[in-house]
């Protein structure tokens, strides 16, 4: 079974990967067109209604993730009617959900020209936009939410085939209709609602396939609430996660549009754009090893619990630290030679970005297991968490501007996520005590720290000069990643941390 685990999360993220990278490369290029085309105020306005939907969203409660973590136990012991009694209750709640958001965005429609009002487009721009969002976000409610089987089960890379497939074949078209067509603007919305429904409906298609038996149970939502009563406290439970997620990720962008204007928005948009591809490719790489870990927890064995995650946990330090390092100092060169030395921000900006990218991604070797437990009682955390979040961004943007929200962002990270999250997983999860984490981490740190003193020292007495070309761009972030990459490891595997038991594995 652990074999089988392993096979299956390689073979995910071996998919995942190649399609990360053809969508990042189409992506990068994408964005690049929008900016000739249409101008950096239409991209600001689209990652604000963005940002909009992202809050309306908030109606969906976390019930997908408390469906996947219901879904383990009956996927694993081939359950056929639990699968199908959990999906449809999951169906149920997000028709409900989806009713909900439709009417809040009615609701908001009309306080659009208040909220837009420093834009110098026309208004019917922010409503088109964030009608195209809208309309490509319910598709998930009612169309394609079966697809969280496919992921429980370890199954994400035929996601991947069915819809980030149609992904990709978008950005295309939008790359065509903005560079040749007339009215580029109203082009670029209708591909994005035309693609969206093909990819909805493929990868409803491809959900069918793999799992024939997935029906209707026939129950009433009442029923299935009075047989799975914990499934309505983990969805209040989870909530309060989704809203402390929400505001990591979306509040930045209001409130730099609320201090500012969406010329900024785009700015920072553009550096979001690489912060989240890096995301991604960490995403893609550690997805379906979630379902692992959930897999693995559902069978109970302690002792191989805590090593799989000393083994996950220094593997994300790694990546962590390497993906960091790589970001910090050659985003300032790909920004220049991608769209222009005039988007450049300040390098104190992009150092508290790679901070909070740090956090971000390190945070999922704690997260997956927390999650795998099914530990989301810890509702106040959320809360802490964003009042801080919001708090601290307002009071230090007001004072400092975009450090000063970064600031305010990286401080509440600190706080939940590095302090109370670890706290929280080794006593009630694990059950072993938490200076086993703090050994652990201070050990890792030490060497990460130790291994970027190194490298920047090395690089500093190497001639790289990079002149204004892709191909010296690459050979540059080869070099300098591969010896902090061989450094970090290095040292890692000397102190005998969790990565050392992670190469053995993965190699047998």
Same mark, same amino acid.
């Given at each position: 079974?652990?074999?089988?685990? !392993?096979?299956?999360?390689?073979?995910?993220?071996?998919?995942?990967?190649?399609?990360? /990278?053809?969508?990042?490369?189409?992506?990068?290029?994408?964005?690049?067109?929008?900016?000739?085309?249409?101008?950096? $105020?239409?991209?600001?306005?689209?990652? !604000?209604?963005?940002?909009?939907?992202?809050?309306?969203?908030?109606?969906?409660?976390?019930?997908?993730?408390?469906?996947?973590?219901?879904?383990?136990?009956?996927?694993?012991?081939?359950?056929?009617?639990?699968?199908?009694?959990?999906?449809?209750?999951?169906?149920?709640?997000?028709? *409900?959900?989806?009713?909900?958001?439709?009417?809040?965005?009615?609701?908001?429609?009309?306080?659009?020209?208040?909220?837009?009002?420093?834009?110098?487009?026309?208004?019917?721009?922010?409503?088109?936009?964030?009608?195209?969002?809208?309309?490509?976000?319910?598709?998930?409610? /009612?169309?394609?939410?079966?697809?969280?089987?496919?992921?429980?089960?370890?199954?994400?890379?035929?996601?991947?085939?069915?819809?980030?497939?149609?992904? =990709?074949?978008?950005?295309?078209?939008?790359?065509?209709?903005?560079?040749?067509? $007339?009215?580029?603007?109203?082009?670029?919305?209708?591909?994005?609602? =035309?693609?969206?429904?093909?990819?909805?409906?493929?990868?409803?298609?491809?959900?069918? @396939?793999?799992?024939?038996?997935?029906?209707?149970?026939?129950?009433?939502?009442?029923?299935?609430?009075?047989?799975?009563?914990?499934?309505?406290?983990?969805?209040?439970?989870?909530?309060?996660?989704?809203?402390?997620?929400?505001?990591?990720?979306?509040?930045?962008?209001?409130?730099?549009?609320?201090?500012?204007?969406?010329?900024?928005?785009?700015?920072?948009?553009?550096?979001?754009?690489?912060?989240?591809?890096?995301?991604?490719?960490?995403?893609?790489?550690?997805?379906?090893?979630?379902?692992?870990?959930?897999?693995?927890?559902?069978?109970?064995?302690?002792?191989?619990?805590?090593?799989?995650?000393? $083994?996950?946990?220094?593997?994300?330090?790694?990546?962590?630290?390497?993906?960091?390092?790589?970001?910090?100092?050659?985003?300032?060169?790909?920004?220049?030679?991608?769209?222009?030395? $005039?988007?450049?921000?300040?390098?104190?900006?992009?150092?508290?970005?790679?901070?909070?990218?740090?956090?971000?991604?390190? *945070?999922?070797?704690?997260?997956?297991?927390?999650?795998?437990?099914?530990?989301?009682?810890?509702?106040?955390?959320?809360? +802490?968490?964003?009042?801080?979040?919001?708090?601290?961004?307002?009071?230090?943007?007001?004072?400092?501007?975009?450090?000063? +929200?970064?600031?305010?962002?990286?401080?509440?990270?600190?706080?939940?996520?590095?302090?109370?999250?670890?706290?929280?997983?080794?006593?009630?999860?694990?059950?072993?005590?938490?200076?086993? /984490?703090?050994?652990?981490?201070? @050990?890792?740190?030490?060497?990460?720290?130790?291994?970027?003193?190194?490298? %920047?020292?090395?690089?500093?007495?190497?001639?790289?000069?990079?002149?204004?070309? %892709?191909?010296?761009?690459?050979?540059?972030?080869?070099?300098?990643?591969?010896?902090?990459?061989?450094?970090?490891?290095?040292?890692?595997?000397?102190?005998?941390?969790?990565?050392?038991?992670?190469?053995?594995?993965?190699?047998?």
């Amino acid at each position: 079974m652990a074999n089988s685990r !392993t096979a299956k999360s390689i073979k995910n993220s071996f998919v995942s990967l190649s399609f990360y /990278f053809v969508n990042l490369v189409v992506s990068f290029i994408s964005r690049k067109i929008f900016l000739d085309y249409l101008g950096a $105020e239409i991209l600001g306005l689209n990652t !604000t209604a963005q940002s909009i939907l992202q809050f309306l969203n908030l109606a969906e409660l976390g019930i997908g993730s408390a469906v996947g973590y219901f879904l383990y136990k009956p996927l694993r012991e081939n359950d056929i009617d639990s699968i199908n009694e959990i999906v449809t209750l999951q169906g149920i709640l997000y028709k *409900r959900i989806a009713s909900i958001i439709i009417i809040c965005s009615i609701v908001i429609l009309p306080f659009f020209p208040v909220f837009f009002k420093k834009i110098d487009l026309p208004l019917w721009y922010a409503y088109a936009s964030f009608g195209a969002f809208l309309f490509s976000s319910l598709l998930g409610y /009612f169309v394609n939410y079966r697809q969280i089987v496919l992921t429980a089960n370890q199954q994400n890379y035929k996601v991947q085939y069915s819809y980030q497939s149609i992904t =990709v074949l978008r950005y295309l078209a939008q790359i065509y209709v903005v560079s040749q067509l $007339e009215h580029p603007f109203i082009w670029w919305l209708i591909v994005l609602i =035309v693609f969206s429904l093909i990819g909805s409906w493929s990868l409803h298609l491809m959900t069918k @396939k793999t799992f024939p038996f997935l029906k209707h149970s026939g129950h009433t939502y009442k029923d299935l609430k009075l047989k799975y009563p914990d499934f309505s406290t983990k969805i209040k439970q989870l909530f309060f996660h989704k809203i402390g997620g929400f505001v990591l990720t979306q509040s930045s962008t209001l409130i730099i549009y609320a201090y500012a204007n969406l010329t900024l928005v785009a700015y920072y948009g553009n550096y979001m754009m690489i912060i989240t591809g890096v995301s991604l490719l960490i995403s893609a790489l550690f997805n379906s090893v979630d379902a692992g870990i959930g897999n693995l927890v559902a069978e109970g064995n302690r002792s191989k619990i805590q090593t799989v995650f000393k $083994e996950m946990f220094s593997l994300r330090f790694a990546i962590s630290m390497i993906v960091c390092f790589g970001v910090y100092y050659l985003t300032p060169l790909f920004i220049q030679l991608w769209i222009g030395e $005039e988007y450049l921000l300040p390098s104190s900006t992009l150092a508290l970005m790679t901070a909070i990218l740090y956090i971000g991604i390190f *945070r999922y070797a704690v997260d997956s297991f927390i999650s795998a437990f099914g530990l989301f009682s810890d509702v106040g955390s959320p809360i +802490i968490e964003a009042t801080l979040n919001i708090g601290l961004s307002i009071l230090l943007g007001y004072y400092y501007g975009l450090n000063g +929200i970064l600031t305010g962002v990286l401080f509440s990270l600190i706080i939940v996520i590095c302090c109370w999250k670890p706290y929280f997983l080794f006593c009630r999860g694990l059950h072993v005590s938490i200076i086993n /984490f703090i050994r652990l981490y201070l @050990k890792d740190i030490i060497v990460g720290i130790c291994a970027w003193v190194m490298t %920047v020292w090395l690089i500093n007495h190497i001639s790289l000069t990079i002149h204004n070309s %892709v191909i010296h761009f690459i050979v540059k972030a080869i070099i300098i990643e591969l010896i902090f990459s061989i450094i970090l490891c290095s040292g890692l595997i000397l102190t005998k941390s969790g990565l050392e038991l992670f190469i053995k594995r993965f190699i047998r």
